[in-house]
């Protein structure tokens, strides 16, 4: 006679044993709803987190172990938060029964998934999860990604005979007068002018020192005292 075991049913079928630590955080949940107390409040938050957490472990267990991209933990404080990044993280709503999935971004945090079960955040932080993983898979590719390098000359075909592959490409040529080159003695010409008006300047300016030096001497003297 076979023996049966509690997790067997009448069946034969085996159930997945109960978690006790599950329940007892349940048990927490509802006696801290029935007791209107601020401390109490703040361990079913703790309660609800943990038990999200529990239900995570399985996808987190899925996860590639070269992937640093989450770190996974729960934040006791005022607001207690369970953490999936730097950028995302799960806390309850004001009526401490929902759960908010949030996201840090540049134009303020945003909403990603609001939901009273635990089985719909675990999807929505599973999908985020997901985009994430993609987003680095793309990132990687383009970085490892060598560039293009330039197209050298059309390969020579062997069926082509000597004096096909002998001829050089027609270019079109543009439509219209050509522009007439400038002229080198132009451009001699024209640096010439320009060292002249440069001297020219400083030939000025030199006078218009020596004129104000000399108005200043003259003022000076007239101020000065007679010698006794």
């Not at 400038?182 to 640096?191: A, C, I, K, N, V």
Request: proline share 9%; hydrophobic share 40%.
């Amino acid at each position: 006679m076979a023996l049966r075991t509690p997790n067997d049913d009448h069946d034969g079928t085996s159930h997945p044993s109960p978690d006790f630590r599950a329940a007892v955080r349940r048990a927490r949940v509802e006696e801290a709803e029935r007791a209107d107390v601020v401390s109490d409040l703040r361990g079913a938050e703790l309660a609800r987190l943990e038990l999200l957490l529990d239900a995570l472990e399985p996808v987190l267990a899925q996860l590639p172990a070269d992937v640093d991209l989450f770190d996974v933990g729960l934040t006791h404080g005022l607001r207690p938060r369970l953490f999936i990044d730097m950028i995302a993280f799960v806390d309850m709503g004001h009526d401490k029964r929902h759960y908010r999935f949030v996201q840090d971004t540049r134009h303020g945090r945003v909403i990603l998934a609001t939901s009273e079960g635990v089985d719909a955040t675990v999807e929505a932080i599973m999908d985020y999860m997901a985009r994430r993983l993609v987003d680095r898979e793309k990132a990687l590719a383009s970085a490892a990604m060598p560039p293009r390098p330039n197209e050298g000359p059309m390969p020579h075909n062997e069926g082509l005979s000597p004096q096909l592959d002998a001829t050089p490409p027609l270019t079109a040529e543009p439509s219209g007068p050509r522009p007439r080159q400038r002229r080198p003695r132009r451009r001699w010409l024209s640096w010439l002018v320009g060292v002249v008006i440069d001297y020219l300047g400083l030939i000025a300016l030199c006078v218009i020192v020596w004129f104000v030096i000399r108005a200043i001497g003259q003022h000076w003297q007239d101020w000065m005292p007679p010698p006794r």
